[in-house]
């Protein structure tokens, strides 16, 4: 390639990365502004003290300046003697997990039936999927409280079929109520993903199978499966992670401090002047915990990447 080639493909190309980079400039200054920054707030409220006048948090800019005084405070919260804190954060992750297995034994039945079965009725079936994300996530719950007070349409049922004799006080901190609603919250997000994983399953595939002998059943556990895997994992960390953080749900639907999760921890204490650098470390070591699940997937979605290729 002669001198004059090289120079304007070069040029070709820096121009094209210009191009590309003008393209992601919004996306980077939303990053920055809505993500960066706050985020350095939190940690510069975390790593700051307390006014002791005014029972304030003073955030410190400098990252060498930053004190480790509320972390250590916070962690005697979790495991320290007297620490009131454990408990709620194991028995979030018991309602994230009895939530995210029930989520799961719903949604893979329903996005496997409509990747399946459907027909020509597959584009109703998804508007019904998604008509819950056309409303908001608090109109939902407070339909659920419609349904779940006294004179509720639940109790009314249950009492029309003899199955109580007197209404039952869901909405009383119960924590069968709180799983549910985080189900009722969430799931419409793992079966879309479910649907996505089963849609992209190659037909040839299956009937391989059956033309090898195998019964729907021994298809769907050696070959669907397996290959759902990834949507089945990708599913459960998007329902996961904000279930962990989740507030909302038990503040509408049981307000019980028997039922609180980590989320109305931090919720409480950003409400609370002299609690609010606590709160700011605890979300921090929230987030450090759920890098956990998140490094997994990212680990597990690059190995299966590399077996496709």
Partial sequence: MARGDRRKAWTRGAQNRWV???????????LVLLFLIPFYTVLAIAGGQLNAIFQSPEPVWNPFAWTGANYTAVFHELVGQGSFVGPIFLRTLVYVAIASAISLLIAYPAAYFVTRFAGRRKVLFLALLI?????SYMMRMLA???????????NRALIDLHLISQPVNWLGGRSFTVILGLVYGYIPYLILVLYAGLDRIDQRLLEAGRDLGLNRTQTFVRITLPLSRQAILTGMLITVLPMVGDYFTNQLLSGASSTAMIGNVIDSQLYTASQQAQGAALSLLLLLFLLVPMVYYVVKTRRATGEAF
Avoid: T
């Fill in 131 to 135: 008509a819950p994300f056309w409303i």
């Fill in 20 to 30: 590309w980079a003008g393209f992601a400039m919004p996306g980077i200054i939303w």
């Fill in 144 to 154: 659920w409280i419609d349904l779940l007070q006294s004179n509720g349409y639940v």
